[in-house]
């Protein structure tokens, strides 16, 4: 039996301040700076005046002329969903992250745990999310989220199967980015449930759509593909406090700083980066946050900072912080090998290892280089700064 958990309006809560803030009257999340025009969450007060997420901003002001646009802070959310999925996982489960608001896992093995029941794996999941949450379960991981979304804040719901999802709207498949795409092209068609969508023959569906078509009528039918559970991991940052408002060339440095001070962590283990997420503290409020999958494993420090440095340039504003995050990680990075064997290749070994061994003894500040940050400041402490010494 798979469990979903549905945190609604969750981007907005984080955003407004808490829950209690969207009893207050209409409110929605304003664009992202640099992003499309469109309001994201919306509250409950704002969804019955006819707001939707993804509408206009001018539109959704024209219906509800009283609606508040909450600033988006997706630093904030990010940080506050990670903490639920921590939750999550305190409770035994392998936890598959569906997106923000969105989390499933599998309930078997957990009974044992707490109560030998489906009950008691839900009263310890309420226990540990202490946040109002739909709960439901079922089958396959769609017949978990449906029953979620159907569910009340005290009363969890279960989907047994096909039977049951039939009368549940289409617009429930948006919740799969396979096939969100359909949602609209099956509504032309005048195909509004999931049951009118299981009805129709598989070949003339995928004919039609594809194999986003093929998902879509197996979720309809009850069945979905296995839970991706994520891999629990420390987190591994590093935060830099501009002393006034950057952009530009000192961003750059300030990026280069993140970068070393990252590398050198003992965490990593010299393991390779993955993926990582860099964020920053708008100076006109806000935040902003960029997510970035490198193409291979990487340890070295100026491909790291080439990749990330593309993403930098997206930056809306000047910001007052910096942050670089080690979001997946990959294997040990392999020994480097030289062609000839001299002994400038054996004196930079035996100095990336005493580094190492020093770092080991006294951390990451241990070793450290001269960086310029500003040249031609008259402020000498703004001239240069120190960051560890890239091995």
């Known amino acids: ?3 979903a958990v549905i945190l609604p309006r969750f981007s907005l809560a984080i955003a407004a301040g808490g829950r209690a803030a969207l009893a207050e009257g209409p409110l929605a999340l304003a664009p992202e ?38 600033t988006a802070d997706p630093v904030a959310v990010a940080d506050s969903w990670e903490r639920v999925l921590v939750r999550l996982e305190s409770v035994g489960a392998q936890v598959e ?15 044992r745990l707490h109560g030998g029941s489906l009950d008691g794996v839900v009263k310890a999941t309420r226990s540990a999310l202490k946040l109002p949450a739909r709960i439901g379960a079922g089958p396959s991981r769609f017949c978990a989220v449906v029953a979620a979304e159907q569910a009340r804040s005290r009363r969890p719901s279960v989907v047994e199967g096909a039977p049951q999802l039939a009368g549940a709207p289409v617009v429930l498949l948006a919740r799969e980015p396979a096939t969100a795409k359909l949602v609209e092209p099956l509504g032309h068609f005048g195909i509004t449930t999931l049951g009118q969508l299981a009805a129709l023959p598989r070949g003339s569906v995928a004919d039609r759509f594809g194999r986003a ?21 420390e987190p591994v940052d590093e935060t830099l406090t501009l002393s006034e408002s ?12 993140l970068v070393d001070s990252l590398l050198a962590r003992s965490e990593l283990g010299g393991r390779t980066l993955r993926a990582a997420t860099l964020s920053a503290e708008l100076t006109e409020g806000g935040t902003w946050r960029e997510r970035v999958v490198f ?22 504003a000047p910001a007052q912080s910096l ?34 061994q020093l770092r080991a003894l006294a951390g990451p500040q ?10 031609k400041s008259r402020i000498p402490e703004r001239r240069a700064v120190l960051t560890p010494f890239e091995r």
Do not use: H, N, Y
């Open 213 to 233: 078509g093929i998902t879509a009528w197996e979720m309809a039918c009850g069945s979905d593909r296995p839970l991706r559970p994520r891999e629990p991991s």
């Open 97 to 111: 992250d569906g997106g923000v608001g969105l989390a499933c896992f599998e309930a078997r093995g957990l009974g």
């Open 295 to 316: 193409r291979e494993p990487l340890s070295d420090a100026l491909r790291i900072r080439t990749a990330l440095a593309l993403r930098l340039v997206l930056l809306p």
């Open 366 to 375: 241990a070793a450290l280089r001269v960086l310029l940050a500003d040249p």
């Open 246 to 257: 950057a952009s530009g060339p000192q961003l750059a440095v300030a990026l280069e700083m």
């Open 323 to 356: 942050r670089l995050a080690a979001e997946q990680l990959g294997p040990p990075a392999p020994a480097a090998e030289a062609l000839f064997d001299d002994d400038e290749f054996r004196r930079a070994g035996r100095l990336s290892d005493a580094i190492g």
């Open 33 to 70: 700076p640099g992003r499309a025009a469109l309001v994201g969450e919306v509250s409950a007060a704002a969804e019955a005046l006819g707001v939707a997420p993804g509408m206009k901003v001018a539109e959704a002001l024209a219906r509800a002329p009283r609606l508040r646009l909450v």
């Open 1 to 3: 039996m798979v469990i």
